[in-house]
């Protein structure tokens, strides 16, 4: 089966949030992407509400069609207090700091282990599937399995930045992650700087990869290609 394709749509948050008012209409994007293909949306509210948010997400819940994903650090109490409220198909938590740009490193599963079963336990509780953003190193991805949480993401800004490079290089490491978290019945999705030029390679060679959630690029290209054809062609890519 296909690996799912999540758009980010924070990117147009971003744009909207520049002029104070309503354009681009966000709930009409993010509507958009489920028509022309998309089988999820994800979003990610920071405290700082720059791009995403907390009224966007309640906005769109009733809205969504398909897959609903829900990124942030459980850390902020707004956060967790969102996703319990709006109960996504899947929360994806990400150890990022306040302010930060974007996601730049993976949860440390061991030493933050207690911390994340207890979470992860909430969300369960409530319905939600869960996934943890990881680098793609075996200890990160035994630590995730002993937290009980249904998947990872793998955060793939190594494998895109050095794929021009030497691409099996940059694949290695996500292939013996993926393999082991196929071995401990864990789901892999993946996620950061994939590309229209570096995803096919990518979902061609993890094995089990589940679903995909891309923001920056595939917003970019959408400048040249229209949105439309944009999300066909990264559709394409995960054949
Ligand atoms: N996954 C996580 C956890 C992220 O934080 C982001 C960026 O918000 C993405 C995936 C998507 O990355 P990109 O915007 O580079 O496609």
């Not at 398909?66 to 650090?73: A, K, M, Q």
């Not at 490079?165 to 292939?175: H, K, Q, S």
């Not at 789901?187 to 920056?216: M, Q, R, T, W």
Request: charged share 25%; glycine share 8%; proline share 4%.
């Amino acid at each position: 089966m296909d690996a799912k394709l999540s758009v980010n749509i924070n990117k147009i948050a971003t744009i909207r949030n520049s002029r104070g008012g309503n354009t681009p209409d966000l709930l009409k994007i993010a509507a958009d992407c489920e028509r022309f293909g998309a089988q999820g949306i994800t979003v990610h509210p920071r405290p700082d509400e720059r791009h995403i948010r907390y009224k966007d997400v309640h906005d769109l819940k009733p809205l969504l069609t398909t897959e609903f994903n829900i990124e942030g650090n459980p850390k902020e109490q707004k956060f967790m207090d969102l996703v319990l409220a709006i109960k996504p198909a899947q929360v994806t938590l990400v150890p990022d700091g306040t302010g930060q740009l974007t996601s730049d490193h993976g949860w440390d599963t061991v030493k933050h282990k207690d911390y994340l079963l207890e979470t992860i336990e909430l969300f369960k509780k409530a319905g939600i599937r869960t996934s943890i953003f990881v680098d793609a190193e075996a200890g990160m991805i035994e630590g995730a399995k002993e937290t009980g949480t249904d998947r990872i993401e793998l955060y793939t800004e190594s494998y895109a930045k050095e794929f021009p490079l030497n691409r099996e290089e940059a694949i290695r490491p996500f292939i013996a992650a993926a393999k082991r978290a196929n071995e401990l019945g864990l789901g892999i999705n993946a996620g950061h700087d994939l590309s229209l030029e570096n995803l096919n390679y990518f979902a061609k060679n993890i094995p089990g990869l589940l679903e995909v959630s891309i923001g920056h690029a595939l917003i970019s290209d959408a400048f040249y290609y229209g949105l439309e054809n944009t999300i066909q062609l990264y559709l394409r890519q995960l054949k």
